[in-house]
Antibody, heavy 119, light 109 residues
Framework: EVQLVESGGGLVQPGGSLRLSCAAS????????MNWVRQAPGKGLEWVSY????????YYADSVKGRFTISRDNAKNSLYLQMNSLRAEDTAVYYC????????????WGQGTLVTVSS | SYVLTQPPSVSVAPGQTARITCGGN??????VHWYQQKPGQAPVLVVY???DRPSGIPERFSGSNSGNTATLTISRVEAGDEADYYC????????????FGGGTKLTVL
């Protein structure tokens, strides 16, 4: 069974840092492109970042560029999101999501991890 | 950057057909994907590449895309279809290519 499990969320003060992880299982992780998508409380989905299967190509949303860093460890079947200089508006549930080998949709998604930025 | 526009809400009676639109400049030239999200749950892909269905998604869910509008159609709507629905495209010409619509709340009356 294909599975994605996020971890690392929690409460952090404005200006602080947090590192999210996404553990993948049930598929050959190194062959798939991955994304982070977030959802602020009561709001819609917002795409955050993309990383290619090798890690050589990376994209970010303007709202996080320069503050967030996406990375992956294919040997550990894991995806990461390092979040620095956190702001209140970064408060959201963060999902990791897999792209297919052909196409640019997201399937499946993890269950999400909540990040709360507050003093 | 590319913008996708969805109506905030759509209401339909059980057994009827719901149509949720997703507007974008020349969206017909892009591949559109649709997700269903129920409260407290992660999104689930229901249509990809405009009109294809993942395995396990009922045939009642279908999609189309032409001109400036893509449409998710749900036939014979059931109470369990009540959810938020999001369209999504990948804007390959951009360095921030992931784009979601604002979402549409489907209410089953």
């Amino acid at each position: 069974e294909v599975q994605l499990v996020e971890s690392g969320g929690g409460l952090v003060q404005p200006g602080g840092s947090l590192r999210l992880s996404c553990a993948a299982s049930g598929f050959t992780f190194s062959s798939y492109e991955m994304n982070w998508v977030r959802q602020a409380p009561g709001k819609g989905l917002e795409w955050v970042s993309y990383i290619s299967s090798s890690g050589s190509t990376i994209y970010y949303a303007d709202s996080v560029k320069g503050r967030f860093t996406i990375s992956r460890d294919n040997a550990k079947n894991s995806l990461y999101l390092q979040m620095n200089s956190l702001r209140a508006e970064d408060t959201a549930v963060y999902y990791c999501a897999r792209e297919p080998q052909r196409g640019n949709w997201f399937d499946p998604w993890g269950q999400g991890t909540l990040v709360t930025v507050s003093s | 950057s590319y913008v996708l526009t969805q109506p905030p809400s759509v209401s339909v009676a059980p057994g009827q057909t719901a149509r949720i639109t997703c507007g974008g400049n020349n969206i017909g030239s892009k591949s559109v994907h649709w997700y269903q999200q129920k409260p407290g749950q992660a999104p689930v892909l229901v249509v990809y590449d405009d009109s294809d269905r993942p395995s396990g998604i009922p045939e009642r869910f279908s999609g189309s895309n032409s001109g400036n509008t893509a449409t998710l159609t749900i036939s014979r709507v059931e109470a369990g279809d009540e959810a938020d629905y999001y369209c999504q495209v990948w804007d390959s010409s951009s360095d921030h290519p992931g784009v979601f619509g604002g979402g549409t709340k489907l209410t089953v009356l």
